[in-house]
């Protein structure tokens, strides 16, 4: 409770972005290239021109309003604090991380539910699609889903000669710096990549298990399918597995990874940055593909990937 206090604090004084825009972008232009019909129908026409009916612009848009006076309410949603040890030890519990219901597991199952309410206006459910584009940005990031040091806010680190801290270097610094060295600062091209990959590259072999629902704790494997059919039948199924899932998921790299920085060393001119870049590439690709994959549970009736 503690560190969600201290988290909540910490987003009042200024913006921060999991993955940052760019991230985020990448995260729901991952996600258009496999939506199937009807997903991609709803997505089009609820989004508009205003997003050019794409997901890759409307991820940015529960960042932009967090601090306006009608959404400050959802800032807390946007993560969950895992009260865990990482190096030593990494897991993420719903009833000792979420007890109060105010995190991202509960923010996800309750906006897969409205964005198929077709007893709500277009408006809430346009709503419910640009939250379920942004969390499902946001719990792919590891530090989205850690208490320690307020998800790394509180931990002072060099990237190219700046101060920064840690959050923020995995959720802007390092992602800016892969743009500009590989794909002509462009988050297109940088989706398209990540998106070949998943189709056809080295992702392919392991993009199965992705959207395959098997927690590494007590819960038993459960697919998407049954997730969604379970919320959608019986509101008070708690917790959704995979949320939970993708969030353990996250959360293993703040023990096997996040953590392991060089006190005092250039984090982006160093090994750390050369070993965080697959991480970042891996869980954007992941994340962009579970997204498409939920969508298409919701209005296709099953994910409709491999």
């Known amino acids: 409770m503690l560190g969600q206090i201290s988290f909540l604090l910490l987003l009042l004084a200024g913006n921060s972005y999991a993955w940052g825009a760019s991230g985020h972008e990448?995260?729901?232009?991952?996600?258009?290239?496999?939506?199937?019909?009807?997903?991609?129908?709803?997505?089009?026409?609820?989004?508009?021109?205003?997003?050019?009916?794409?997901?890759?612009?409307?991820?940015?848009?529960?960042?932009?309003?967090?601090?306006?006076?009608?959404?400050?309410?959802?800032?807390?949603?946007?993560?969950?604090?895992?009260?865990?040890?990482?190096?030593?030890?990494?897991?993420?519990?719903?009833?000792?991380?979420?007890?109060?219901?105010?995190?991202?597991?509960?923010?996800?199952?309750?906006?897969?539910?409205?964005?198929?309410?077709?007893?709500?206006?277009?408006?809430?459910?346009?709503?419910?699609?640009?939250?379920?584009?942004?969390?499902?940005?946001?719990?792919?990031?590891?530090?989205?889903?850690?208490?320690?040091?307020?998800?790394?806010?509180?931990?002072?680190?060099?990237?190219?000669?700046?101060?920064?801290?840690?959050?923020?270097?995995?959720?802007?610094?390092?992602?800016?710096?892969?743009?500009?060295?590989?794909?002509?600062?462009?988050?297109?091209?940088?989706?398209?990549?990540?998106?070949?990959?998943i189709q056809s590259g080295d992702f392919a072999a392991s993009a199965s298990t992705w959207i395959s629902c098997s927690d590494t704790t007590a819960l038993a494997k459960r697919s998407f399918e049954e997730d969604i059919s379970g919320l959608l039948n019986d509101q008070s199924v708690q917790p959704l597995h995979c949320p939970l899932t993708w969030a353990a998921d996250s959360n293993t790299f703040d023990c096997s990874y996040v953590f392991s920085y060089t006190n005092g060393a250039d984090l982006c001119t160093s090994n750390y940055y050369t070993g965080a870049v697959p991480i970042i590439e891996t869980q954007i690709a992941k994340q962009g593909y579970r997204l498409a994959a939920w969508l298409n549970v919701l209005f296709d009736g099953s994910t409709n990937l491999p």
Request: charged residues 15%; negative net charge.
């Open 26 to 197: 990448a995260v729901g232009y991952v996600a258009m290239q496999f939506l199937a019909p009807n997903a991609l129908a709803f997505v089009q026409q609820s989004l508009g021109s205003n997003y050019s009916e794409s997901l890759g612009p409307a991820a940015t848009w529960a960042d932009q309003v967090k601090y306006t006076a009608g959404y400050t309410w959802s800032q807390p949603y946007h993560y969950v604090d895992a009260q865990d040890n990482p190096p030593s030890s990494c897991s993420v519990d719903q009833t000792r991380d979420c007890g109060d219901g105010k995190c991202i597991l509960n923010a996800i199952a309750n906006y897969t539910s409205r964005v198929v309410d077709t007893s709500l206006s277009a408006a809430s459910r346009q709503e419910a699609l640009k939250f379920l584009d942004h969390y499902l940005g946001d719990i792919g990031q590891p530090l989205h889903v850690e208490a320690l040091e307020v998800g790394g806010n509180d931990i002072s680190v060099i990237c190219s000669g700046s101060t920064t801290n840690l959050h923020a270097l995995w959720d802007t610094s390092m992602i800016q710096l892969l743009l500009k060295s590989s794909y002509s600062n462009d988050v297109t091209t940088w989706a398209n990549s990540l998106a070949s990959r």
